[in-house]
């Protein structure tokens, strides 16, 4: 069974920084990628980084410069500076199969979500 649990999140004051870590255990493969994903109130989930077994990342455009990407095998760390209130939403990680855009694609193992809040 995959399981996948987030940690970090919380509340942070504008300009602050933020820690997010997956851990997944259980995917039935070796090579394989992870994601984070953020939706906010009322708006689409959306991609925020990325990273797989072999090496490959990816982070989306317009907080790629904020954005700062550590992956093992089986954990994604992300770490979040100069976070805005544009920034406050339910962060999801998750894991399937590999894929060169690994932002790209259907991911089908899902964590419960940490919520990120962030205060003026």
């Known amino acids: 069974q995959v399981q996948v649990v987030e940690s970090g999140g919380g509340s942070v004051q504008s300009g602050g920084s933020l820690r997010l870590s997956c851990a997944v255990s259980?995917?039935?493969?070796?090579?394989?990628?992870m994601a984070w994903f953020r939706q906010a109130p009322g708006k689409e989930r959306e991609g925020v980084a990325c990273?797989?077994?072999?090496?490959n990342k990816g982070s989306r455009p317009g907080i790629t410069e904020r954005l700062t990407i550590s992956q093992e095998r089986n954990s994604l760390v992300i770490q979040v500076k100069s976070l805005t209130y544009e920034d406050t939403a339910v962060y999801y990680c998750?894991?399937?199969?590999?894929?060169?855009?690994?932002?790209?694609?259907?991911?089908?193992?899902w964590g419960q979500g940490t919520q990120v809040t962030v205060s003026a």
């Open positions: 990273g797989c077994t072999d090496g």
């Open positions: 998750a894991v399937d199969t590999w894929r060169f855009w690994c932002l790209e694609g259907e991911y089908k193992n």
């Open positions: 259980g995917y039935p493969g070796n090579n394989f990628c």
